[in-house]
DNA sequence: ACCCCGATCGTA
DNA sequence: ACGATCGGGGTT
């Protein structure tokens, strides 16, 4: 695994809709571990009723609404976890979740967002770290490029009609 | 101080 | 398709 190429922060200070959609295929490094980057969904801010950033900055969405490349940890149902990338410019709300993730070390698949951050036993402790100047935890680009569908996301009750969860499909032919 | 519900998962 | 599960976010 030489020359690495990691994402600076200018890549995740965009629209979230663009790094939801540029993270697919991508290795995502985490102690050691490196993950292709299979499954991802946008969550914006206030045009976005499925976003915890909808209603407004609180404590818990907080990382939503400053600079790009941190990590947005939070916990669900009471007994999972959910990593998500924040994106945008500061004070701008925005995140990427990571839904999926193919570890290459151990050659498993990590299909869903609870299962990503249980396998690695991520937890609200991993809010809000810059995963940009991280050795331990950040995003690499792939020299590969990758194919992906979009389509609604998933749990969520009202902003089904925007596809804005991105799946790995297929690799894209080399030429 | 506390009520309610969720960006899920596993089984049917 | 659905029920288990329960911490804590958001509001009182």
Known sequence: MSDIKKFNRDFFSR???????????????????IN??????AYCGVDDPASHA???????????????????????YGMYHC???V??????P????????????????LNGPGKVCRHFNITRQ????????????FVSESTR?????????????VGKELNWRFVLKSLKQNL
């Open 54 to 76: 909808y209603r407004g900055i609180t404590s818990r969405n907080r990382v939503m609404f400053g600079e790009a490349g941190y990590s947005y940890v939070y916990l669900i």
């Open 15 to 33: 629209s979230t809709l663009l790094v939801a959609k540029e993270l697919i295929g991508q290795y995502l490094h985490y102690n050691n571990s």
């Open 36 to 41: 292709i980057i299979t499954e991802t969904e």
């Open 126 to 137: 991993h809010n809000n770290l810059d995963l940009i100047n991280n050795p331990d935890f």
């Open 145 to 157: 490029s990758y194919c992906f569908e979009e389509t609604p996301r998933i749990g969520i009750k």
């Open 94 to 109: 925005g995140a990427v979740l990571i839904r999926g993730l193919y570890n290459l070390n151990d050659k498993i698949n």
């Open 83 to 85: 990593l998500n990338i």
């Open 87 to 92: 994106s945008e410019i500061e004070g701008s």
